[in-house]
């Protein structure tokens, strides 16, 4: 199943939608008694028949996506992770506070405030005023399903709620002049998301996904899922040995080679560029990079 997060412009609330294979998008208001995806996770085993059975529902016309969950519980994410990007990475001189082109012998897990949530097809804001290096990171999310903690490996996929798509928005000066990335990653808009959640048992083997970003059309990042260096069993064995992990909580798994810093010189985003992000499977991501309206 796939489900969506609309919001009503002349309300300003948020409805809860189905994707349906005609893709038109069935307004889910009275199906069951949450009307949020984060309301639905929580109760998924309760709710997930009713929301997949629902028909003769309304179709939203024009519909405006939010991110499928418009502010995360917990947004982790997880850099270095793609073998090729650490390379770049190290190369470009912004690691830090060690510049270093080793692979990591652990994940490399930091957050970015859950607020910097952005719809899928919003605007990137381009915060002129404190950064000149503006970069993306397409990555494939994890939406948690069953939280706990001490979750070993095996059990891992079985708190696998579904997947969607982010866009690790990063202003680079940031990252590297701070040392810690928190500031650099979370800049409001540094999290465009969706454009919609897939359940986990409509995904699959999320191994055979390809991740891909394109920006004005041209090709810059594509891998599949498969090249991760620490796998999303590891992630979340790692994350919940001590933290223990919510329904909701989204983990962004890492970005393949290709991003800004990739290149010499680095190719930061302008205003005016956009920025496709892709994920077979999951849809894709179109976000230009101007102030927000
Ligand atoms: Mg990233």
Request: aromatic fraction near 6%; include cysteine; proline fraction near 8%.
């Amino acid at each position: 199943m796939k489900l969506v997060t609309v919001l009503d412009p002349q309300t300003h609330k948020t409805t809860l939608g189905r994707l349906d294979s005609d893709n038109t998008i069935r307004d889910l208001t009275g199906v069951v008694e949450q009307n949020t995806m984060l309301g639905v996770i929580d109760a998924w085993d309760d709710v997930a028949s009713a929301l997949e059975a629902a028909d003769g529902l309304p179709v939203v016309s024009e519909p405006r996506l939010c991110a499928p969950i418009p502010l995360p519980r917990n947004l982790y994410a997880v850099g270095k992770n793609y073998h090729d990007h650490v390379r770049e990475f190290g190369r470009s001189g912004y690691d830090s506070p060690d510049l270093s082109t080793d692979i990591p012998a652990v994940p490399v897990i930091f957050s970015k405030v859950p607020a910097s949530a952005t719809g899928p097809y919003d605007a990137i804001d381009p915060h002129l005023d404190i950064t000149a290096e503006l970069d993306y990171e397409a990555e494939l999310a994890v939406i948690i399903g069953p939280g706990g903690r001490g979750i070993p490996r095996e059990a891992a996929m079985d708190h696998v709620w579904g997947y969607t798509i982010i866009n690790d928005v990063t202003a680079r000066d940031q990252q590297h002049d701070h040392q810690q990335w928190l500031i650099g990653k979370s800049l409001d808009t540094f999290a465009p998301m969706g454009p919609y959640a897939v359940t986990a048992d409509e995904v699959g083997d999320p191994t055979r996904l390809e991740v891909s970003a394109t920006v004005n059309g041209e090709l810059r990042q594509k891998a599949p899922v498969a090249d991760l260096i620490f796998d999303i069993p590891e992630l979340i064995s790692t994350l919940s040995a001590g933290i223990t992990l919510r329904s909701g909580d989204i983990i962004a798994t890492g970005t393949p080679a290709g991003v800004g810093i990739g290149f010499t010189p680095p190719r930061f985003l302008e205003t005016g560029d956009v920025v496709e992000c892709a994920i077979s499977g999951l849809g894709s991501l179109r976000n230009t990079v101007s102030h927000p309206a």
